[in-house]
């Protein structure tokens, strides 16, 4: 495997429902990143870890929780989600976030859930 | 006022042609500027970065103006395998010396035959 992975491609899930997305990257990267992309919005950024520490957190549902066990891997557990949650859920990883400069993110080809 | 704003398009440009697209930033703090790819249905992927200077890669030629808080992508001679959308990006550090990323919602180019 190389580069950014994410699993299930694709989810549908019911609002009383608990399920998780998982990201793995293989690019011996320190940062991975959890973007929400709804049609017609730009890329919302939700989490950010670096060095396995959560550095960002953008007002995001508690309905949604992120977990990263190591550098390499990177979960968003989710639980009593609304339909408007529904969306393209992109993870993406780079080198760290204190690199300066051009610091690329490589996305994974994401996980598209709809919430009924 | 929207973070990074750019035109939504859709651009429908026959082959061949110059095409430009243009963003614009709201926070002047901003580090570093891209343009990212994103094909129908898949995740983005860096197209280039943006340099003050100016910068070229082949066909596309991205140009930075800090004072206007404009940048621009301009594709001459475009294939059809140049449809996607074009999000510009924004990179910002934050005051934990973190970097942060804001995407623009993206321009979405279609060439014609």
């Known amino acids: 495997e190389t580069g950014v992975t994410q699993t299930p491609r694709h989810l549908v899930m019911g609002m009383t429902n608990k399920k998780s997305l998982k990201c793995e990257q293989h690019?011996?990267?320190?940062?991975m990143y959890w973007y929400k992309q709804s049609a017609k919005k730009p890329l919302e950024l939700m989490f950010v870890?670096?060095?396995?520490?959560?550095?960002e957190n953008n007002s995001v549902p508690s309905r949604f929780s992120p977990e990263c066990p190591n550098s390499s891997h990177l979960f968003l557990h989710l639980h009593t989600l609304q339909p408007e949650d529904s969306a393209l859920y992109l993870c993406?990883?780079?080198?760290?976030?204190?690199?300066?400069?051009?610091?690329?993110?490589?996305f994974g080809p994401g996980t598209r859930l709809t919430v009924l | 006022r929207k973070e990074v704003e750019q035109d939504p398009g859709p651009f429908n440009v026959p082959e061949g042609a110059t095409v430009a697209f243009n963003c614009t930033y709201s926070?002047?703090?901003?580090?570093?500027f891209f343009w990212y790819r994103q094909d129908c249905r898949k995740e983005p992927k860096l197209l280039m970065s943006?340099?003050?200077s100016g910068n070229e890669d082949g066909r596309f030629t991205a140009q930075l103006n800090r004072a206007s808080q404009y940048i621009s992508l301009l594709i001459r001679d475009s294939k059809l395998s140049d449809s996607a959308t074009y999000l510009c990006?924004?990179?910002?550090?934050?005051?934990?010396?973190?970097?942060?990323?804001?995407f623009g919602t993206g321009t979405r180019l279609t060439i014609i035959p």
């Open positions: 990006v924004v990179n910002i550090r934050t005051n934990f010396g973190n970097e942060k990323l804001t």
């Open positions: 993406a990883s780079s080198q760290d976030m204190t690199s300066g400069g051009d610091n690329e993110q490589f």
């Open positions: 943006v340099y003050s």
């Open positions: 690019l011996g990267h320190n940062a």
């Open positions: 870890y670096n060095f396995k520490e959560q550095t």
């Open positions: 926070n002047s703090a901003s580090q570093s």
